[in-house]
């Protein structure tokens, strides 16, 4: 069973609020994602790290940030959350065997 | 760019029915290939992949998958379905350039018929 940790599970927070989702992972990997995914749709990829102060922009634009502190932690911000927020983030790591990993999610919601 | 297809949205089977999930990719090169399973309410979970090699490969919980080169395609199948695979099914290719991204299908939703 894979060990990365994302809390909280659930969040309904209102707009202008800033949050943090967290992420963490034991296995040391170096490499690791956030995902952001609607209802019935695809994974977007919106940060990345290749290991610790490493951080890059994914393929979906996001008004979130991320910070890679250290290797098994690597939280999500969003300085003043909107409706538009709203969606389940997934976040995961992987290393040279290519698979990744994955939380079971935050699902957020804006009001 | 790079993408990955999965025509189908939602399939309905009845449980003891084999099953066939599409995928087909768009990429220049020979790709890694992963099919995933996501359970309501959770992250996803790895069920095969494909790096080179033998082009049928096996997974967990019965699963296996077959990549056809001339086709772009690396379709999902289990003979005989059980209640429990009732789930959201995501086909992904990794893009090469160093930090593993993966590209996800839409995902295809299975519902299964008792």
């Known amino acids: 069973e894979a060990d990365i940790y994302q809390t909280p599970r659930y969040l309904v927070i209102g707009t202008g609020k800033k949050i943090t989702l967290e992420c963490s992972q034991t296995?040391?990997?170096?490499?690791m994602y956030w995902y952001q995914q609607d209802p019935g749709m695809e994974l977007h990829l919106i940060h990345y790290?290749?290991?610790?102060?490493?951080?890059e922009k994914g393929d979906l634009s996001s008004e979130s940030t991320v910070s890679r502190i250290r290797t098994e932690h690597f939280p999500l911000t969003l300085e003043s959350a909107r409706p538009s927020h709203t969606s389940q983030y997934l976040c995961?790591?992987?290393?040279?065997?290519?698979?990744?990993?994955f939380g079971q999610g935050t699902r957020l919601t804006v009001v | 760019a790079q993408s990955v297809t999965q025509p189908d949205i939602h399939i309905t089977v009845s449980e003891g029915a084999s099953l066939e999930l599409r995928c087909n990719y768009s990429?220049?090169?020979?790709?890694?290939l992963f099919w995933y399973v996501q359970s309501p309410g959770q992250g996803l979970q790895l069920l095969l992949k494909?790096?080179?090699?033998?082009?049928l490969v096996q997974g967990i919980k019965g699963f296996e998958a077959e990549f056809k080169r001339s086709q772009s395609s690396f379709n999902l199948r289990k003979p005989s379905v059980h209640w429990s695979d009732a789930a959201e099914y995501f086909c992904?290719?990794?893009?090469?350039?160093?930090?593993?991204?993966?590209?996800f299908g839409a995902g295809t939703r299975l519902a299964v018929h008792p």
């Open positions: 995961a790591s992987s290393e040279d065997s290519l698979e990744a990993f």
């Open positions: 296995m040391g990997h170096d490499k």
């Open positions: 790290s290749y290991g610790v102060n490493s951080t």
């Open positions: 990429y220049g090169a020979t790709p890694y």
């Open positions: 494909y790096f080179s090699g033998d082009t």
């Open positions: 992904a290719v990794i893009v090469s350039g160093g930090y593993n991204k993966l590209i």
